[in-house]
């Protein structure tokens, strides 16, 4: 009986088994060129989990990873060990050839490629003496992180990363000159990167080649709908645009202007609109569009007007009714005028300001108490006006992160006729000063150019005179200067002073006090002529419009 028994029961074991493979196929089975698999892959394929979702499957990575028998983290911390080693000791080859032991263990670590490439282009080439060595050891971190965009194709942060070091490390390191040359006629490197199909000559600047690289990585999180994580959208969104500023900026360093400048300005300035007009989400999660400030600042106040029409004089009866409870120090602290007070009188009368701030809100509830029939329309209007004013915080807070006020009107005003000659006379006066040694000329191109500058800054009020265009008119500035000191004059002499046109520029830049005496000289001469000084850079005029 008890025989019997376990055969019965192994037979019924081998059935439960057969029929239980039915749903493990059904569930289970992988994918295959020609058959879409289980239900499981197909829920895996959908969701974007299974490992070619990521990039590229090695087998060779496979291999060697199997290979460890479950010690990879064992095998990876030794290989760091040993890359770390062979860089103390910059043994290169074996550095090398280690990193490519690493990728084949840890290829969608994203960190690993960044940290690597980071060691390659920026840590290892400095260590070389000529700077071809160096640019060479630049354009392996390039190829290494490259290689890591393969097996993690759909990473927006790593093609980023990408874009930053060929932009960056080619267009802001010392050797850039050099770099940015050697890029462009680096046949072999553009065959690699581009796969066999490189860009034509006149496309190979590295700035172009990272702003296609950004463009990628923003196509990734548009198209493939990848989250860029903690990343933030304001900067992440602004890369491509920043990009091809920055080769506008670069070409017009290396001495081409005139129509092919003011077409890489033009496409920077329409890059620069299209970043702006993007949704974007902010960081209370709400979506924003940079270029609505105006639009969402005339709805608020169009709103605030129809609310305060509401009930007339509603807000005046809380902001007196709540005077009215002030402390007696406080009202007395008040009732000093605001040069003369104290700091405590300065402190209560902050405090008594903060104190008389009457919400939207406060006055809705207001409003119910005393016209019941206008409290739902009185609430309402407050909840539009509270999440619209939340819109324009978020917005002004994240322009101010991109600087969007500053490149929109630097994009606008670099295309211009003006901007384009004043920064070709600046340059063609640097060169008769630094190869033609012909003080003269060098001088009057600067002033030609000065004077052409003063036109743009004109036009163009809102720009700021400490910005970034002022630290670049004081580097010609400064150039200009060395010439009258080599002509025995200085910038506060008469004649110079006479027609020099910047010196609001040198003022809100002179960081150093490089120019304090010239600049005192000037005001005691237009003070002592009857002439109107010219402002403070942060002073406006009374009467015109203040510098926003």
């Known amino acids: 009986m008890t025989e019997n028994n376990s055969f019965y029961r192994k037979i019924i074991y081998v059935v439960l088994l057969a029929v239980l493979l039915f749903p493990i196929s059904y569930l289970g089975a992988p994918a295959t060129v020609d058959d879409d698999g289980g239900k499981l892959a197909l829920v895996r394929q959908e969701a974007g989990l299974g490992q070619s979702n990521l990039g590229a499957i090695d087998p060779a990575s496979e291999t060697i990873r199997m290979a460890t028998l479950g010690l990879r983290g064992i095998a990876v911390s030794i290989l760091w060990n040993k890359a770390n080693d062979y860089k103390k000791r910059e043994d290169w080859t ?118 296609r690289e950004y463009e990628d990585s923003v196509s990734v999180v548009d198209d493939k709908k990848k989250s860029i994580g903690q990343k933030n959208p304001t900067t992440f969104f602004a890369a491509p645009a920043m990009s091809q500023i920055n080769y506008a900026e670069a070409i017009e360093e290396d001495g081409v202007f005139q129509e092919k400048a003011r077409a890489a300005w033009r496409t920077a300035s329409k890059l620069w609109n299209d970043y702006g007009n993007r949704e974007m989400q902010s960081s209370r999660g709400s979506l924003i569009r940079l270029a609505d400030l105006n639009r969402e600042e005339l709805v608020a106040r169009k709103l605030e007007s129809e609310f305060q029409n509401l009930a007339p004089g509603v807000r005046d009866e809380i902001v007196a009714e709540k005077r009215a409870n002030l402390p007696a120090e406080v009202v007395a602290a008040l009732a000093v005028p605001e040069s003369i007070r104290t700091e405590e009188q300065q402190r209560l009368a902050a405090e008594a300001d903060a104190s008389l701030d009457v919400s939207m809100q406060e006055i809705a509830e207001q409003i119910a108490k005393k016209y019941p029939d206008k409290a739902a329309q009185a609430n309402k209007l407050a909840n539009q006006i509270a999440e619209i004013q939340d819109r324009i915080f978020l917005i002004k807070n994240n322009r101010q992160v991109s600087n969007y006020d500053y490149w929109k009107t630097r994009t606008d005003f670099e295309q211009t006729s003006d901007a384009l000659r004043a920064r070709e006379l600046a340059h063609a006066a640097n060169q008769a000063f630094k190869e033609d040694a012909d003080l003269l000329e060098a001088r009057r191109l600067y002033e030609q150019s000065f004077d052409l500058w003063a036109k743009v800054l004109d036009a163009h009020p809102s720009l700021e005179f400490d910005s970034t265009t002022g630290s670049d008119l004081m580097e010609y500035v400064d150039k200009y200067n060395e010439i009258l000191q080599q002509l025995d004059l200085r910038l506060s002499d008469e004649e110079v002073d006479a027609s020099f046109p910047l010196w609001e520029i040198v003022e809100a830049s002179d960081q150093e006090r490089k120019y304090f005496d010239d600049i005192a000289e000037h005001k005691r001469r237009v003070e002592g002529s009857g002439q109107r000084p010219e402002p403070e850079a942060d002073t406006p005029i009374e009467g015109d419009d203040p510098v926003e």
């Open 94 to 211: 074996n550095f090398r050839a280690t990193l490519e032991q690493l990728a084949k263990l840890q290829p969608y670590f994203i960190s690993f490629w960044k940290y690597q490439a980071w060691n390659l282009a920026y840590n290892v080439s400095v260590e070389l003496d000529d700077v071809r060595d160096r640019y060479s050891y630049v354009t392996r971190g390039i190829d290494f992180l490259k290689e890591g965009t393969k097996y993690n194709q759909f990473n927006p942060h790593l093609i980023s990363e990408l874009g930053w070091f060929i932009g960056n490390k080619i267009g802001r390191a010392d050797e850039r000159v050099e770099y940015r040359r050697l890029f462009k006629a680096d046949d072999d490197f553009h065959n690699r990167f581009f796969d066999g199909n490189p860009p034509p000559p006149e496309q190979r600047d590295n700035w172009l080649v990272s702003r």
